[in-house]
């Protein structure tokens, strides 16, 4: 047995190790203590994913996104956790002009919850890792910008949102998984959603939120698809094919609605 360092609540600062005694007090007050439970990066993720089968990442990062602009900050965290997955499935395809957008769609995000301009640094790196292709070094500029938000988050008291951005970027993880998965189903691959100690932290985290965000409409949904995503990977065989497609379906719902993308065009009747 080993114990996990999650900080800054679930994540948001990488897995610390327990020989690690430099923490301040209030990084300590801000980090949870786990028995084996490492939460997975959008990049270890994808990493993952690749050895499971070497997917089509152009066509996972095509997607419909709505306008970035609300004054729901519940919403602003749980899309920029999709955004920044976006940009690491935008290296994966080696698209530089896709992670330039995504970069600056992460600091307009940014903006809206005060941290901005902490962050125009690092969108200027990614512009220019991307300008050169350098896919290795854009991987590391997106966990630093990840964590950066997160720790200025953390320095203005926005511990809670913290949480809706690791959410956020599990989700979009989880999608783009069950998509590779369900298109070549393999019973050894689709282990790689059977995270249920993960799950269950994640549904925990949100119902420690305060009334006031636990209330939030997309929030509740989320915590619902959360649920639903538990329920489907808690037995101890791998999920079946019709259970992948079941989190592939749950995952893009809850996409749909952080990000606000436009609801899809009803086809005609004959």
Known sequence: MHL???ALALG???PLSAADDALTPAEMKA???LDEVSLPT???FFAAINKVDRPNWSQ???RKAGPLNTANRAQTSLNLGVRVADGFIAVEAQDGQQVKNTGKDIIELAKGLGVSHSILARGNSLADFAENNDWSALKEELDATENEVKLQMAAQKDEDLIALVTIGAWLRGVQAASSVIQTTYLPENARLLRQPAVVEILVARLDALPPRLKGDPL???VRNGLLEIKAAVAPTEPPSAETVKSIQ???STLIDAISGAPAPTPTPAP
């Open 31 to 33: 980090t949870i203590v």
């Open 249 to 251: 379906k749950t995952t």
């Open 219 to 221: 929030v509740a949904q």
């Open 60 to 62: 996972l990062a095509a």
């Open 4 to 6: 996990v360092w999650l």
């Open 12 to 14: 948001a600062a990488g």
């Open 42 to 44: 959008p990049g270890e």
